[in-house]
Structures are given as C-alpha cells and as structure tokens.
C-alpha cells in the first residue's frame, strides 16, 4: 500500500518510528479491528485506534449514552445523551479521521453471534462490561485464532493483558479468570469508578491493538500489567498456560 502524501504527513509521527515505518503504518491502514463496548474503556481505544490510521473499525454495543457516562467515556459529547453508542462512536471517528471506515453493530454479543460479529478481524479489544460477555468474546476469539487484547477496570485499579491461547506457550483468557462470574455490587454504577482511569487503560489497550498489527517490542501475551491508581504502581505479572485449561489445554 503506498501512502498519499496527506497520509504522509498525518502519520508522519508514526512513520519516524524505525519500529513502525512506512511498512507499519500500512498495516494499520490495512488492518480490522473489533472493539467490543464503546464504553469507558472503549472511548479512549477507539479514538487512539482511528487517530493511528487503523483502517477499519468495528464497534459493537448495544447501549445508548447516558449522562451517567459522560464523567469518563470521551467518545461521546452532552448532545450525544440519547444516542446509540455505536452512532455516536462513528461521528466521532468520522469527525476524527476520514481514513477510518467504522461498522456498527447496535446489539449485545453473546455466545450465539460472537463469531459471526468477530470473524474477519486481525485483532479484538475487549472493554465489555460484563464477564457472560467477556467470556464469548474470549471463546469467539481463541476459536477463530484472533489475537484478544482485554481491558478491564475496578474504581481505582485496572488490568490489561493479551491472549493467543491457540499457540503452545501462550495462555487464553480462561487460563487466567476461569469460569468467573459477575458479582452483585460490582457494576460502575455500583461500585464507582475514576474516570480519568478508564481513559489510562483504554489508551493502553489501543497501544497493545497497534503492538499486534506492526508489531513492535514485546507482546504482552503470556503476561498481565496490573495498574493501580490509589498507589500510582504498575506491575507486570507472568501468566502461565494452564495445561489442564479446558479451552486452550491441549493447544
């Protein structure tokens, strides 16, 4: 793919990089991602994902904005309260940058339709807010051999971590949660969370989304980076496969 001179310049920070280049920055421009919630988590990822130049961007919720939600998912303005989130994110990217095509899908993904919504995509960033969609998302993910970049926040903590379960040394999403379940009180309208948080770790989820495309450095499969506001420490901790996982086990 070669670059239009406007391209040139729009990425031309990105181009700098002997980690990414011209090369990489194709790739991008080549490159399907579905993001999963456009949410807290979802706002920060997907305008870093269309600002970097991924080409194509599936949203997929089936929420509308609410006042509520305002405090932390930037994606979404005053005037947007009402709105179907996925609408909402489109306009945003569109007003962002015109070389994002965006596919919404207005519904709630679950176990029946993951792998029809997910198929196609070089990489997956999960911020859903719940673990029964997580959970598709992640089966979906490891069944379809699509890399899995999952996001999750709590009032003052947040994890991130990304998951290639079919390969033999790498750890699924179920090596690391199991069958977990949601907790009553645990929801943000619950429990609370800072908002500036979400946007930290959607940012770092988008970061990971690009790392999978290019790639550069080192993946964060295989490991989990735990960040914790109140305490302002970040760690990184290995994850191991579980060879008695009954997803990936025998990958």
């Known amino acids: 793919m070669s670059l239009t001179d406007q391209q040139l310049e729009r990425y031309a920070r990105h181009i700098i990089l002997k980690e990414v280049g011209g090369a990489g920055q194709a790739k991008l421009l080549a490159a399907r991602v579905a993001v999963v919630g456009a949410g807290g988590l979802g706002s920060p990822c997907i305008q870093y994902l269309a600002a970097a130049g991924v080409g194509h961007l599936t949203v997929i919720d089936d ?99 990304t998951y290639r379960g079919w390969e033999a040394d790498k750890p699924c999403w179920r090596c690391f949660v199991g069958d977990a379940a949601d907790r009553e009180g645990a929801t943000c309208a619950e429990a609370g969370v800072l908002g500036a948080l979400t946007g930290v770790m959607g940012a770092m989820q988008a970061l990971e989304v690009i790392r999978e495309v290019v790639p550069f450095g080192d993946s964060l499969a295989g490991r989990v980076l735990l960040y914790d506001a109140l305490g302002a420490r970040v760690r990184t901790v290995r994850l191991p496969k579980d060879p008695r996982c009954p997803s990936c086990g025998k990958a």
């Open 63 to 161: 929420d509308a904005v609410d006042l509520s939600n305002l405090q932390r998912q930037v994606l979404h303005g005053t005037d947007d309260v009402g709105r179907a989130k996925t609408e909402s994110a489109a306009d945003a990217v569109a007003h962002l940058n015109p070389d994002v095509a965006v596919t919404q899908h207005r519904i709630r993904l679950d176990a029946a339709n993951a792998a029809t919504l997910l198929a196609g995509h070089d990489v997956i960033a999960d911020g859903s807010d719940s673990f029964e969609t997580r959970r598709a998302v992640a089966d979906a993910a490891l069944a379809l051999r699509i890399p899995l970049v999952a996001a999750a926040v709590g009032p003052f903590e947040g994890q991130i971590a």
